[in-house]
């Protein structure tokens, strides 16, 4: 022991007792921690918007075939006949039978409106029916015509007890013409106009 400690420089460490840096491995490696995910049950988080996520805009097309269905049993013969018109979508399947014709023509005896005064009626197409004044009924109910045609009435379009859509001066004295005057009344006046001026002829 002696002799090995004299062989030893006083003050020096051997070689092998000096520590050496120890090379970074992948165990002792610096590493990134990931993020920590959203956890998308939480109602309190909040997702960030994308554009995939955006509410779309409803429309009548974008419901589910079962309420389409719903609410198209739920119009009247005109809204119904528009309705079944807007494409072949809801053609298919929009229902304008003798059915939903008989309880437009009955709600409007109720409401005290005019009906079709032709003579014969026909009920098996929508085609046949709307000729004539069931036409003429129709394009008034669509232009608000009827609308608070008397007090009480409301807007037989929106349902409300006020028409927002009344016309100026000049709509006016058409609706009034259109209400009072039907189409055998013009077709007497027609027939009176030769009279009148052969009347006229004969005056003169």
Same mark, same amino acid.
């Given at each position: ?103 437009? @023509?009955?709600? $409007? !005896? &109720?409401? #005290?409106? *005019? /009906? ?20 003429? @009924?129709?394009? $008034? !109910? &669509?232009? #608000?015509? *009827? /609308? ?20 100026? @001066?000049?709509? $006016?004295? &058409? ?30």
């Amino acid at each position: 022991m002696t002799s090995l400690f004299r062989q030893l420089p006083f003050g020096k460490i051997p070689g092998s007792a000096i520590p050496r840096p120890v090379a970074p491995t992948p165990s002792t490696a610096t590493t990134t921690t990931p993020p920590t995910p959203i956890d998308t049950d939480d109602p309190t988080t909040e997702p960030e918007p994308t554009t995939t996520g955006r509410r779309r805009s409803l429309s009548l097309l974008t419901l589910p075939p079962e309420i389409q269905l719903m609410i198209s049993q739920q119009l009247i013969y005109p809204d119904a006949l528009s309705l079944k018109h807007t494409n072949r979508y809801f053609y298919r399947f929009v229902d304008t039978g003798v059915k939903l014709k008989i309880d437009w @023509l009955i709600k $409007r !005896r &109720r409401l #005290h409106l *005019e /009906c079709p005064n032709n003579q014969r009626c026909d009920l098996g197409s929508d085609l046949r029916f709307c000729r004539g004044s069931v036409r003429l @009924l129709m394009e $008034r !109910r &669509r232009e #608000h015509m *009827e /609308c608070e045609s008397r007090p009480g009435l409301g807007c037989l379009i929106y349902g409300t007890s006020t028409c927002t859509h009344r016309r100026k @001066l000049s709509m $006016r004295l &058409r609706r009034w013409l259109g209400i009072r005057f039907t189409i055998e009344i013009w077709r007497v006046l027609l027939a009176l106009v030769p009279i009148v001026v052969a009347w006229l002829c004969l005056a003169g």
